[in-house]
């Protein structure tokens, strides 16, 4: 924004008022003596959820600051944030924001794969995958048949190559489906989408293998190391390693998590913060870009592990994973939980809401000794036992919700009593 707080932009992005509901179902869990009361967060939480389902579950802007549409990384994080919302609903009794929320969830759940799964795409063939989730579609409003037959643009490429159709452009955002709990590890469409992530988009670097943020970026210096002017070339984030760290834990690969923690820990300079970007091509002296530089920096320095507040030593495995443990907190810890209930492409789907309550069940297994059991009262989630599917109060006292429309091309609106109707 402007030194005076108008805003630069005017961009929405949907991740951003999910996440904090997130945050809130973080210090939950692993801080309850700091969280106390579900009633301190909720009316913060409650806004918020009322935000989501009366704008979502298309976003403005994706998490990149860039393209409005479907995008799994904003849907993983709003699905789940409203599945947060109804917990805390429920456990301070209001029961009927709470089912409602649920309901919700479950529907733009279930549309996922309809909104952002793409097969038999001419990169699906070349690479031998049935399908794989896309960067993002387009609104159901751009004029294309479906969100998957529509054309997203990139903003950081010259003119006449700024548009592109959505099933040829992947992202690791995808992994958010997993991270945030509504997809197996195992799920075969997860699988496929990290081959074509991996075949498209992993770049093996002198600290490891690293990822771009999607193929055709062009957020990035250019070719001969001048400076992004609107356009250049993308560059790897060293982030998405560890976002890639996250899926490989909760896919019961502790080791794999370890080594893509070193190769953040070695992307990193003299000052150990984290880079935006890392240099992928050949060395360019004059413009000190250097891609054998954090490699470098990485061998002369003590391990980083070393240098945590606390200045605990963490040796041997246990260590390792408990420190991994603290770090990725937002997804089940053990594949086994997975196979029980989350959804997959052959078996009947239980929906998000049995795949968020086996994840934190999970979460509740690894929970570490010296933090507090969760606080009573809070209830876990189990939609079997749910009333057939119908539209509920939203929030109490709130105002109505607008026109958010959902899948099967039914409207919400609020009559003068604040209340959630469906019309045809």
Not at 49 to 63: E, K, L, S, Y
Not at 99 to 124: G, K, M, P
């Amino acid at each position: 924004m402007w030194l005076d707080g108008r805003p630069y932009w005017d961009g929405l992005q949907m991740d951003e008022t999910a996440l904090p509901i997130l945050l809130v179902d973080l210090l939950r869990r692993e801080a309850p003596a700091c969280f106390r009361d579900c009633h301190r967060w909720w009316p913060m939480v409650r806004k918020a959820a009322a935000f989501i389902v009366a704008n979502g579950p298309v976003t403005q802007q994706d998490r990149w600051e860039e393209d409005g549409g479907y995008s799994p990384f904003t849907l993983a994080a709003e699905v789940s944030a409203l599945l947060v919302a109804a917990d805390m609903a429920q456990a301070i009794g209001q029961i009927q924001p709470a089912e409602f929320l649920r309901q919700i969830a479950d529907t733009w759940n279930d549309n996922i794969e309809r909104w952002t799964y793409a097969v038999n795409s001419d990169s699906a063939r070349q690479i031998g995958v049935e399908g794989y989730y896309v960067r993002i579609t387009p609104p159901d409003t751009d004029g294309a048949a479906s969100p998957l037959q529509g054309f997203v643009p990139i903003k950081n490429r010259p003119v006449n190559r700024s548009n592109a159709p959505a099933v040829e452009i992947v992202s690791p955002d995808a992994l958010a489906l997993v991270r945030f709990g509504l997809r197996a590890p195992d799920d075969p469409r997860i699988l496929n989408t990290i081959k074509v992530i991996d075949a498209l988009l992993r770049v093996t670097l002198p600290q490891g293998p690293g990822w771009y943020r999607y193929n055709c970026d062009g957020y990035g210096e250019h070719e001969d190391g001048s400076p992004f002017d609107g356009t250049g070339v993308g560059r790897v984030w060293p982030l998405l390693a560890g976002e890639r760290a996250h899926y490989e834990l909760a896919a019961g690969h502790p080791a794999s998590a370890e080594a893509l923690l070193g190769v953040m820990e070695n992307s990193t300079g003299d000052s150990r913060l984290v880079p935006e970007q890392v240099w992928d091509a050949d060395d360019i002296p004059v413009r000190e870009l250097l891609v054998h530089q954090a490699a470098a920096l990485a061998a002369r320095r003590k391990d980083l592990r070393s240098a945590t507040p606390n200045r605990r030593t963490l040796s041997g495995k246990e260590s390792i994973r408990d420190l991994l443990q603290l770090a990725l907190q937002q997804q089940a810890a053990h594949a086994s939980v997975w196979k029980e209930g989350a959804p997959s492409g052959t078996g009947a789907r239980s929906g998000a809401l049995e795949s968020r309550w086996l994840a934190n069940r999970a979460r509740r297994g690894f929970r570490r000794e010296r933090l507090e059991p969760p606080p009573p009262g809070f209830a876990d989630r189990n939609s079997r036992s749910r009333p057939p599917d119908r539209l509920h109060v939203l929030l109490e006292k709130r105002p109505a919700l607008g026109g958010t429309r959902l899948p099967s091309d039914r409207r919400v609106v609020g009559d003068d009593r604040n209340l959630c109707r469906t019309t045809r």
